[in-house]
């Protein structure tokens, strides 16, 4: 069955549907590029049609490229795929210029049907480069919808003409903010911002009066008419050559280079504008080919959507009915507790949130308040809907609330007793069938089960801090959880829209075991004498969000303080890093706590913002008068991680790699251009780093020795993904 139908009326108006069966949403396919063709090439030929009109019959438009067929495309281009690439793509762009062109004569542009193109609400990726390619759009008035080119976020950019119409549309300045960030729009900002023409509460019918009354010059696009100049100066102009400058050095401070869709937009943009339209569109293929090329795009696709998505549907859910939650109680009104009580609302779970005194429970709750009162105040969320969701959270110190919970989640202070009292206390009050999980991100949830008379119904439940913004949870299975207690805790962890990863338990679970590494190689390159800038920038240039004291900054360095001591008390003489634990203590007794105590290893303001590193640290810790290469410095930070995460595999704490890919990203921001640590290893390949490896053990030691799992697979060619993958786990 066709993804796009032709419907022709006795007015003369052709109108192409677009509506693939078996999906919320359409998404285009190769098919579906066929049966777009077909159906242009009938409109156009058959003298009876006035004018086209392109729709959906969602209500929606467009959700984008299937990013599966996109993952895809490298390998079914052929024996040369760079070369099947470019042809494949400019085939694409052949069936877009055929709309744009609309049948009109190539000298005096005359004699064209007007092509409109109707929203009835989402349209986003080719989506949107399909209206881009026709004359007038409208949108329905749909403030729900979200308009733009997202491209960039998974690792590619707009590839079927969306950067070169857009960037001729607004200018390179005006489609920045959309091309190079991803930003959507409601149909009312995007008709402000000039994306689309109209918005209109008939849409359909507007769109057939515009068809039927338009002329050749409506539908003849600027940059086919002569004496075209670009929107804020092309790169040679004045106004445009700076605008080029300030557009690269914008990508490079952003991106530290370290994104490659990124650059080959700007590239594709800036040399585009230098030349005819058409010539510009098959330069915008060549860089889309060259992004396709890098094995970035494919890592980041694979990890951010087709992995993402499917954990979020629930690829590793036990076999087990639905356990949506229905009633929710949060022990512990903190900021973790008060952040879960809030997404939990949010989502249209009931909630009792438990503190000790009736200030502090308040307190947690005010807490959602605040949250809602800045939604209000930007006008995504309506006063209606603040009642709605705060109605939703009961504020109390009675534990007898909590009668009726199907789920508990326990966020009180991280110690092993007061969580065991708290267990007992709530499981005595709440019906055996509920499930009891424990907020923690370094206590074993084995242990802390001991406590619980139902021990397959204790699971843990690891939210990363600000709760309402990390789109990662982690859930972890005590060595007698049970089926039902993963399913809850996955079910809840959906049903609050966040990404969940499921481990087993072991010291720092998955998370945290890569991220304590990192931080620490960093600060033990500091004690080195190693430049601290060079430390923080190493980082970024990887792709990394923050650098490792950064890092250590925002989280607290008395909390790592407080991990480092639990550590060593269970690792005894085993532990490993006390020339970190002697940077870190004497910053603690030092008073610079972090960001909190506005002072650690970066100076800050009385505000808080950070001002840059302390002035003090080449006194405290003195440049070694050779420092080392910036492949050197990368190595120990990326290393630190990715040998942990194949530990982590090896020990069977993580059982799916996806897992450990999506759960790096979405976590810590594991350099996202490199899918994640296993994706990663792939496109250095194995041999690589076990060569590299060996050689960083030999200077620095034997926390970077080579996993059995990583060196047998340079021994047999093995990857982690695609046909060489290894049953790794």
Known sequence: MSDFTLTKDAEGIATITWDVKGKSMNVLSLEGWDDLDACVTDALEDEAVKGIVITSGKDSFAGGMDLNVIAKMKASAGDDPAAGLFEGLMRSHAILRKIERAGMDPKTLKGGKPVACVLPGTALGIGFEIPLACHRIFAAD????????????????????????????????????????????????????????????????????????????????????????????????????????????????????????????????????????????????????????????????????????????????????????????????????????????????????????????????????????????????????????????????????????????????????????????????????????????????????????????????????PVDKMLLVEIIKGKETGERAVAKALDFVRQIRKTPIVVNDARFFYANRCIIPYINEGIRMVAEGVSPALVENAAKMLGFPLGPMQLVDETSIDLGVKIAKATRAAMGDAYPDGAVDEVLFAFADAGRLGRKSNAGFYDYDDKGKRQGLWAELGTRYPLAEDQPDLHDVQNRLMFAQVLEAVRALEDGVLEDIREGDVGAILGWGFAPWSGGPFSWLDIVGADWATETCDALAATHGPRFATPDLLRRMASDGATFYGERAVKAA
Request: hydrophobic fraction near 45%.
């Open 142 to 465: 749909n403030p729900k919808a979200k308009i733009g080119l997202p491209e960039i976020m998974v690792g590619i950019f707009p590839g079927m003409g969306g950067t070169t119409r857009l960037a001729r549309k607004l200018g390179a300045m005006g489609a920045s903010p959309f091309l190079l960030e991803g930003k959507l729009s409601d149909p009312k900002k995007a008709k402000a911002a000039g994306l689309i023409d109209e918005v209109s509460d008939d849409p359909v019918a507007d769109a057939r009066a515009w068809v039927l009354a338009a002329k050749d010059a409506d539908i003849v696009k600027p940059w086919d008419q002569k004496g075209y100049k670009m929107p804020g100066g092309a790169p040679y102009h004045p106004a445009g050559f700076m605008t080029f400058v300030g557009a690269s050095a914008m990508v490079n401070g952003k991106t530290q280079g370290a994104f490659p869709a990124a650059k080959a937009l700007l590239s594709a943009v800036y040399e585009g504008a230098l030349v005819p339209f058409d010539t510009a569109l098959k330069i915008e293929a060549r860089w889309f080919t060259h992004v396709l090329m890098n094995p970035s795009s494919e890592a980041m696709i694979r990890s951010l959507f087709i992995s993402k998505e499917a954990l979020e549907k629930g690829a590793n859910r036990p076999d087990v009915p639905d356990q949506k939650v229905a009633k929710l109680g949060v022990l512990g009104a903190g900021m973790m507790g008060a952040g879960i009580a809030y997404v939990a609302a949010n989502a249209g779970i009931e909630v009792v949130l438990i503190d000790r005194d009736r200030a502090a429970a308040d307190k947690g709750k005010s807490h959602a308040e605040g949250i809602l009162d800045k939604g209000v105040s930007r006008k995504k969320v309506t006063p209606e809907k603040k009642d709605e969701v705060l109605g939703r959270i009961a504020a109390t110190t009675d534990l007898d609330a909590l009668k009726g919970c199907d789920l508990i989640v326990e966020a009180v202070f991280e110690d092993m007793g007061v969580k065991a009292e708290m267990t007992k206390a709530v499981e005595a009050i709440v019906g055996d069938d509920c499930i009891f999980a424990t907020n923690t991100s370094t206590l074993p949830i084995t242990e802390l089960a001991k406590a619980s008379v139902r021990p397959e119904q204790f699971i843990g439940i690891h939210f990363f801090s």
